[in-house]
């Protein structure tokens, strides 16, 4: 144990150093202090220790820390070791924490993707880098897209990776049965709303249930600037926060064969206008639906969704599709080591696949039991805010965003309650409101959906005097350079009274579920309310004053993120599995 909290404690002076440097600790820069500290924590643990020896009473069989000679060495040890790293630490202040180089590793990525995703000069350039890295012209309108991108400031002039992802699947279908398969999946069981253009002009379908009206309302308002440059044709929207096209993995990959043949026109034939007459070819007169199959979708909701189609387009070998049976109580230390160093998170895009960690099944709403889920194991051409990694769902901008959902408003006068204040008038809160919208709970799903475990953590972590810290497991080192080793390491707790050192003393979390739990049955809702407590519901302004923002995975695309990045508050994108 003790053993363990002097490791502990080392990560923990290590943290402190680090934070300090960032200059988020109050007053970590003193060495003093720091020792200081050491002394408190280790005085404080003796008193622990002894206090629990005494509460034991007469126990016949003493548990080997029940031995005041033994407790008095153990914080020997102990304080002999936190000296000993505050001296390094304070002799070897170059030694970097590893979060140190994960910041600036990832700064310079983001430099990097900067740089090339607004390389383009003129149209000119932009249309050959165009060609350069797609190895298609770039469509009709190209020019008139680039005018309104550039007028805009765009930062984004020459990178269409994401769009080019979502769209590749389709080059390996014909554009005929493109317009038959958008035909088929809309309706309003389908959960798919069609937008029709006609001649510069949007029309949304009769169908769209009143309730997500806002949706494609938001969609014609994001396209008013441009209607007129679209080319008739029908879009379908799902009107569902969860994503819809799972392809299983060897039709995805016969799927993104065929469509690697590349532009099906000869350079020397390139138009820069669509063909006329589009309109006709999305005429599907009644006799057609006699034809129709059955609905592409299968109603989902409430099921488990993870082997069914979070993990379908995995291959077989991986382990997501291998490892069905899972022991929810053991953190899955192997599933997270892929795409981490140490402890903290690396690498976001890998973050995202559920290949390597069928733990996943049990930690997301989303796996557990999405709320509305009417998905296809076939290609179909549809728009959506979000979609899990290995969904075929063709992504646009959240119309939330342009709806006066959640925006960006903070209140002019420094003396309201709803001012942005500069970042160092903030509050020393980490504050996060939210529903239980995740997944929906009927046989205690709950417990391992990401909002809930966030709120619990944050308001009924088990004792209220330990706090969870990753510890790396002490083995020797393999010598064998071949047998690359996973890195290990297991969960424990430290006492609360360390957290000071760590940086997060000040800061109080401020995290709660608002007015009433949603998405339950029976059981589910009473046992939830019980558990969390809930708080009043607030106005969205008022996250502005805390200085640190949560934004959490809910059933889909975050309502939150953008306003959170416009504010002067630092806003924590908690890796979720959804990508927008
Ligand atoms: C993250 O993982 C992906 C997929 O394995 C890989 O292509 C990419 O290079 C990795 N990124 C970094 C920064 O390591
Ligand atoms: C969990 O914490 C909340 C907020 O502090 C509280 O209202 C609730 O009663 C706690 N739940 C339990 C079971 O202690």
Known sequence: MCMYISIAYANVIELAQSTSEAGLSLDGNSSIIKRLVALTVSVIFYLQASQSTKNQGPSPKPRFYGRAPFVTICCATFLLWSWSFLHYSANEGTRMHPLDGLLSAASAQHDAWLQQASASRTLDECTAEYRRRYKRPPPPGFDAWYRYATERSSVIIDDF?????????????????????????????????????????AEIGPEVKPTHRWMLDGVMAMMSNYIDKIPDMDLGFNINDEPRIAIPYDDLQSLLKASAIGPRTAKDTVLNEF??????????????????????????????????????????SSRARRSYLWDTRALCTTCFAPHSTGIFLSNWTLSASPCHQPDLAHLHGFYLSPAAFKPSHSLYPIFSQSKAYGYADIRYPSPWNYMDKAVYAPYPNASDQHYDPPFSEKSDTLFWRGATSEGLSRFGEWQGMARQRLVHLANNHTSSTFYPIFLPNLHPQKQNQEEKEEPSYSLHTIPSSLLPALGLGPTITDINLVSKIDRCWDADC???????????????????????????????????FIPFLQSRSLPFKVAGVFRE
Not at 172 to 198: C, M, Q, Y
Not at 281 to 299: C, G, H, K, L, R
Request: with cysteine; net charge negative.
């Open 275 to 316: 063909s006329k007459d589009r309109a006709a070819s999305w005429n599907f007169s009644d006799s057609s639906d006699t034809e129709t199959p059955n609905a592409p979708f299968t109603d989902q909701s409430f099921l488990p969704s993870f082997h069914t189609y979070g993990s379908i387009s995995c291959p077989r």
């Open 161 to 201: 990776d994401n769009l080019m992802d979502d769209l590749q699947l389709f080059w390996a279908i014909r554009p005929a049965e493109i317009r038959k398969r958008t035909h088929l999946a809309f309706g309003d069981w389908n959960e798919v709303a069609k937008l029709s253009i006609r001649s510069g002009k």
């Open 526 to 560: 009473p046992v939830q309310a019980r558990e969390f407590g809930l708080s009043e519901s607030t106005d969205f302004q008022s996250h502005w004053r805390h200085k640190y923002l949560v934004d959490l995975d809910g059933a889909g695309f975050s309502g939150r």
